[in-house]
C-alpha cells in the first residue's frame, strides 16, 4: 500500500505543471477512510491536453527521475518509483471511447491528501464512469461498491446519481439500466 502522505506529495509536483482532477479508485479509497491505496492514481488534467503536450509530461518525468508509459488506451502513464514499491499516475482526456462528462468534473470537490489538497470526483461520479465504461472488472467493481453500501461503510445520494447519468447523453439510458441490474435504485 502507498501512504496517501507519498501521493500527495507527487500530486503537488505534478500540480505546478497543471490543473487535474482525480477520477479513479482513489475516489473509494479516499470515501473508505483509508491511509493509502494498492491501487494507480488516475488523474483528468483541466487545463492541458496529455496528448498534445506530451512534452511537458516527459520533461517532468525525466527531472524526477521518473519513467514514462502508457495507459490501456494510449494516454501518459508516469510510473514514480518509491522504494520497493511504484506508483503509477495514468492521465486521461476525452478521446476514443473514454468520456468523463463536463459535470463530473465541475462537481469535483476539494480534498486533503497528504500536506496538499486536490480536487476529487465525487463517488457517486465515480459510480457513473464505472458504469459507463462497463467492463468485467467495472462490474466487479461496482458490486463490492454495492456492498460496502449495504454494510454502511459507503453512502451515495442517489438523487446525485440519477441527475448526473443524464450528462452521459446517448449512453444515459443504459447506465441506468445497468446500475438498476446492479442493485442502485434509481427510480
Known amino acids: 500500500m502507498i501512504a496517501f502522505e507519498k501521493i500527495g506529495e507527487i500530486l503537488s509536483q505534478i500540480k505546478e505543471k497543471m490543473d487535474f482532477v ?9 470515501s473508505l477512510g483509508r491511509k493509502g491505496t494498492e491501487s494507480d492514481v488516475d488523474l483528468f488534467p483541466t487545463n492541458f491536453s496529455v496528448l498534445v503536450e506530451y512534452d511537458v509530461l516527459r520533461d517532468l ?4 527521475g521518473w519513467d514514462m508509459g502508457s495507459t490501456p488506451i494510449d494516454t501518459p502513464r508516469i510510473v514514480v518509483p518509491l522504494g520497493d ?7 486521461y482526456e476525452n478521446i476514443q471511447d473514454f ?7 465541475e462537481s ?21 464512469l464505472k458504469a459507463n465504461a462497463f467492463r468485467e472488472e467495472d ?8 456492498q460496502l453500501i449495504g454494510e454502511k461503510k459507503l453512502k ?17 439510458e443504459s447506465v441506468r439500466e445497468r446500475l438498476s441490474s446492479l442493485g442502485f435504485k434509481l427510480s
Open 99 to 105: 468520456f468523463v462528462p463536463p459535470v463530473v468534473i
Open 139 to 146: 462490474e466487479e467493481e461496482l458490486k463490492r461498491i454495492v
Open 22 to 30: 482525480i477520477i479513479g479508485d482513489t475516489v473509494v479509497d479516499l
Open 85 to 91: 514499491e511504484q506508483l503509477q499516475v495514468d492521465f
Open 156 to 172: 451515495i445520494d442517489l438523487k446525485l446519481l440519477k441527475q448526473h447519468s443524464e450528462a452521459f447523453e446517448e449512453n444515459s
Open 61 to 64: 518525468a525525466d527531472e524526477r
Open 108 to 128: 469535483a470537490e476539494e480534498r486533503e491528501i497528504g500536506k496538499d489538497t486536490f480536487k476529487v470526483i465525487k463517488l457517486e461520479d465515480y459510480i457513473l
